[in-house]
């Protein structure tokens, strides 16, 4: 389950520019103007306090509600009506609209414009990005970062990373930016194609350590439902550990002979994994 909530809310904090392009392209209206403003009213008696990934005024007086998801989650609707509901009442004269921009294809079941539970239907703007063509938001530099989970239209992972590179070379990315592609494509098996990408073009490449480790929990997924979900789990945390410390290792220069090699690709055991990570993190060596 990689961190898509955070990458979206520095991204979109960061360059509010981007999150207008993507909001009017779900909602279908280019005049869409969005101004960042908090919500708060501490008078109110409501449910605990909501982490909207972006909660905004837009020109015409409305609240634009976005949320971006990045992995399975079976409570998404509801938390996304719960979340549109807390803003409608503490906002009552205003009208809300929310929208769902999915990195990845979600199932049908959440693949949908209305969310209805009891009497309660909320209307929301849903954009699948793996749909979207990459040309589409690569032809335009806020959105370029979110390209590398886009349709690739017959392109490599290395063709579609380097043309997302290059735009953001090109126009001074910034750190929530690039984090952004970096997520974006470590959710369809691009990352080390991205950090690649970024180091050819003079970009310093974002190493996401915790979020690709939490992933690693996602790419588990599929191996769990055949043959058990906390195998799956397991496994899959542990594979995508082991590819991030060889891949932090190389980033710095240090080259791993064989037996350090074999002995990083033959470790199991989640908790020292856990503490090589911490080790590289912090800046130390590993003894391996």
């Given at each position: 389950?990689?961190?898509?909530?955070?990458?979206?809310?520095?991204?979109?904090?960061?360059?509010?520019?981007?999150?207008?392009?993507?909001?009017?392209?779900?909602?279908?209206?280019?005049?869409?103007?969005?101004?960042?403003?908090?919500?708060?009213?501490?008078?109110?008696?409501?449910?605990?306090?909501?982490?909207?990934?972006?909660?905004?005024?837009?020109?015409?007086?409305?609240?634009?509600?976005?949320?971006?998801?990045?992995?399975?989650?079976?409570?998404?609707?509801?938390?996304?009506?719960?979340?549109?509901?807390?803003?409608?009442?503490?906002?009552?004269?205003?009208?809300?609209?929310?929208?769902?921009?999915?990195?990845?294809?979600?199932?049908?079941?959440?693949?949908?414009?209305?969310?209805?539970?009891?009497?309660?239907?909320?209307?929301?703007?849903?954009?699948?990005?793996?749909?979207?063509?990459?040309?589409?938001?690569?032809?335009?530099?806020?959105?370029?970062?979110?390209?590398?989970?886009?349709?690739?239209?017959?392109?490599?992972?290395?063709?579609?990373?380097?043309?997302?590179?290059?735009?953001?070379?090109?126009h001074g990315a910034t750190w929530a930016q690039r984090h952004m592609a970096?997520?974006?494509?470590?959710?369809?098996?691009?990352?080390?194609?991205?950090?690649?990408?970024?180091?050819?073009?003079?970009?310093?490449?974002?190493?996401?350590?915790?979020?690709?480790?939490?992933?690693?929990?996602?790419?588990?997924?599929?191996?769990?439902?055949?043959?058990?979900?906390?195998?799956?789990?397991?496994?899959?945390?542990?594979?995508?550990?082991?590819?991030?410390?060889?891949?932090?290792?190389?980033?710095?220069?240090?080259?791993?002979?064989?037996?350090?090699?074999?002995?990083?690709?033959?470790?199991?055991?989640?908790d020292r994994l856990r503490e090589w990570l911490r080790e590289l993190v912090?800046?130390?060596?590993?003894?391996?």
């Amino acid at each position: 389950m990689i961190s898509s909530d955070r990458a979206a809310r520095l991204l979109f904090h960061d360059r509010p520019a981007a999150l207008e392009r993507i909001a009017q392209a779900a909602i279908g209206e280019r005049r869409l103007v969005v101004t960042l403003e908090a919500l708060d009213d501490p008078g109110l008696d409501l449910p605990p306090p909501i982490e909207a990934d972006f909660v905004g005024r837009v020109a015409d007086g409305s609240v634009l509600h976005v949320e971006m998801q990045g992995y399975r989650d079976t409570g998404f609707l509801s938390r996304l009506l719960r979340y549109h509901l807390a803003l409608v009442a503490r906002e009552p004269d205003r009208r809300v609209r929310s929208v769902a921009i999915w990195l990845v294809r979600p199932p049908a079941s959440q693949r949908v414009d209305r969310i209805e539970i009891g009497d309660v239907t909320v209307r929301v703007s849903v954009m699948v990005l793996p749909d979207v063509p990459a040309t589409r938001l690569l032809s335009d530099p806020e959105l370029a970062c979110l390209a590398p989970a886009a349709d690739p239209e017959g392109r490599t992972s290395e063709e579609l990373c380097a043309l997302v590179a290059k735009v953001l070379r090109t126009h001074g990315a910034t750190w929530a930016q690039r984090h952004m592609a970096a997520v974006a494509a470590a959710l369809h098996g691009r990352y080390p194609q991205m950090v690649q990408a970024m180091k050819t073009e003079g970009l310093e490449p974002i190493v996401i350590v915790e979020d690709l480790v939490l992933y690693g929990m996602d790419q588990g997924y599929e191996r769990g439902i055949r043959e058990g979900v906390e195998r799956g789990i397991r496994e899959g945390r542990a594979a995508m550990a082991r590819s991030m410390i060889i891949d932090a290792l190389a980033e710095r220069g240090i080259d791993l002979d064989e037996a350090q090699r074999s002995r990083i690709d033959s470790e199991t055991d989640p908790d020292r994994l856990r503490e090589w990570l911490r080790e590289l993190v912090a800046g130390r060596a590993l003894e391996l």
